[in-house]
């Protein structure tokens, strides 16, 4: 407190005190004449370039352009920019859901074989594919990189002969799901 009284008596720069309290003046023996400034003077602030003004400028204009498009496009193709429809609507608790699901026939087995839906079975997280799913079911032959992509990373499994996309749909009752899924073939295509 009586350092501060000092040095407004004084008119003493207070960026001229060091972090003990002293002031350079005070360690050289000499004291600085009233309203007279310190030796370093005040601390001026660069303004910022051109350049770091315009990336600040032009890089939340892009995100938001993008952001615009997804809402308008109905897409969440600019993920993280898209619409992310998927949280923005409430369920029907006495509707219906659907989940996508892709199954694969292997040589020797009678009934098709239901695969887990990412990347470490098929190379694809189901998302992905149900984003775009029209275009799948339009050209069948985009889940010839699944079985790719299964052989791959099972090189000890048979590889599939033909691949099949599927839908369940799940009644649900007061928010409950009723009853047995019920099962729909989308797409087929038989593996080369």
Avoid at 69 to 74: M, R
Avoid at 138 to 153: F, G, I
């Amino acid at each position: 407190m009586e350092e501060k009284k000092r040095r407004l008596l004084t008119s003493q720069d207070p960026a001229a005190v060091d972090d003990t309290g002293e002031s350079a003046a005070e360690d050289t023996g000499e004291s600085a004449p009233p309203g007279s400034r310190s030796a370093k003077g005040p601390t001026r602030v660069k303004p910022l370039s051109t350049v770091s003004v315009a990336w600040r400028i032009v890089a939340p204009a892009v995100a938001f352009v993008i952001l615009t498009c997804g809402q308008f496009l109905n897409t969440n193709d600019f993920f993280p920019l898209g619409s992310l429809t998927q949280y923005a609507t409430a369920k029907d608790l006495n509707g219906t859901v659907n989940s996508t699901c892709i199954e694969a026939q292997f040589p020797g087995e009678d009934e098709p074989r239901r695969l887990g839906f990412n990347t470490a079975t098929v190379g694809i997280e189901r998302g992905d594919v149900e984003s775009q799913l029209d275009r799948v079911i339009a050209h069948p032959a985009l889940m010839q990189s699944m079985a790719d992509s299964y052989a791959r990373l099972h090189p000890n499994e048979p590889k599939p002969e033909t691949m099949i996309l599927c839908r369940t749909t799940t009644q649900l009752q007061n928010g409950l799901a009723v009853g047995e899924p019920e099962q729909t073939t989308l797409a087929t295509w038989e593996v080369r």
